[in-house]
DNA sequence: CTACCTATTTACCAGTTGGTAAGTTACTTG
DNA sequence: CAAGTAACTTACCAACTGGTAAATAGGTAG
């Protein structure tokens, strides 16, 4: 009965769950509890715990993505989409999350191959958009900065993540916004 | 019989378990099959586990402030002193471990009261130290920064937790070293 | 020799974990 | 209306979780 849409239900709870416990930190029976089912309905939809980890972060990756087309297609300078690139994450941690694959990422050595896979797909995408917004600003003399492009991304990415991970356990977002000004800041042409 | 640096022994492999999977990734009994002893006998050093996680963490920032009390009594200057703090981050990347304190960040909201707050504290002693060698070398005009040193010292903080939890999901220490190499350099004068 | 203390083991325990098999309900389609 | 199918539930399960009580061995001190 009602609509089907049970397994994006599913995912919005687990993904909840990973971004504030981590993928160690929940249960099947902290889903089932939360949606008023039973685990064997959740196993119906996600066999393993893997799969579900898996959609999990395929869908995360969907829609991050998404959000940085949007950013693309309001064609603003390179200075402004990384502060709209900072700003997501911004918000994620207001919501008292942290980045879902930043999370796995600390969770690295417990994962099952096809998530340690995803989470660097989905790494590896974010890099490559920067590496774009980035090559643009120097172009525009937007932005300046030493060595490669992809350098940069690479620590712009890991900057962002720790900022986040650490503020987060403060609970105070404003000291992920300060580091996160002082790096876009220095970029700064 | 034998000697009875048992609870150290245990503090070293269950300090490896947290730094390579996390403190809801392993479990006493983990422990126990890697020293060759009963859960019991865990039980006697550390009742619960969230002793063991408590006195992990006090150890572990023991062990670390002294180091940095090692990097200031060789009286380098503050550039080289923040390019060694960098290799103890590296140091332990390199073992495939992460920081001790950056993972249980990662897990902070499953973690007991007493860890949480070891934890930040760890970090604010970091901070307090970093805050004494920016300070230091702006005096000495050896180090350049905008804003107060607070905030760089978490700046940096979180870039090096960061580029590490990244960098180890990855396999890449020269992940962290670039992006470490690159925020110290644009501190230098 | 005895009493005590430290470190350990054996033998449990209740609760939780991810996961499965078989049945049930309700909607759809030939 | 019968057969099928999608989305569940009930009722399990073995393995593992953190944790405890009681017994035991070995060393030490009076």
Redesign the interface.
């Known amino acids: 009965m009602a609509r089907p849409d049970t397994s994006q239900r599913i995912l919005d709870i687990a993904e909840r769950l990973v971004q504030?416990?981590?993928y160690?930190?929940f249960s099947y029976a902290d889903i089932a509890s939360a949606l008023h089912v039973t685990k064997a309905s959740l196993h119906y939809h996600f066999p393993a715990k893997a799969d579900l980890g898996a959609r999990l972060i395929e869908r995360y990756e969907r829609n991050f993505l998404a959000a940085l087309v949007r950013i693309d297609a309001e064609g603003r300078d390179a200075r402004e989409k990384l502060r709209r690139y900072a700003a997501i994450y911004e918000d994620v941690l207001g919501d008292n999350r942290?980045c879902l694959c930043?999370?796995l990422?600390?969770?690295?050595?417990?994962l099952p191959k096809s998530m340690?896979d995803d989470?660097?797909h989905f790494?590896d995408e974010n890099e490559r958009w920067l590496v774009g917004v980035l090559q643009q600003g120097k172009r525009e003399k937007v932005l300046k900065f030493?060595?490669t492009a992809g350098?940069?991304a690479?620590?712009l990415?890991?900057?962002?993540?720790?900022?986040?991970?650490?503020?987060?356990?403060?609970g105070d977002v404003a000291?992920f916004k300060?580091?996160s000004d002082?790096?876009l800041?220095?970029l700064g042409a």
């Open positions: 504030t416990r981590g160690n930190g942290m930043g999370m990422a600390a969770e690295f050595g417990t340690r989470m660097r790494f030493s060595g350098e940069v690479q620590a990415l890991g900057t962002l993540e720790g900022a986040m991970m650490i503020a987060r356990s403060y000291r300060s580091a002082r790096v800041g220095e």
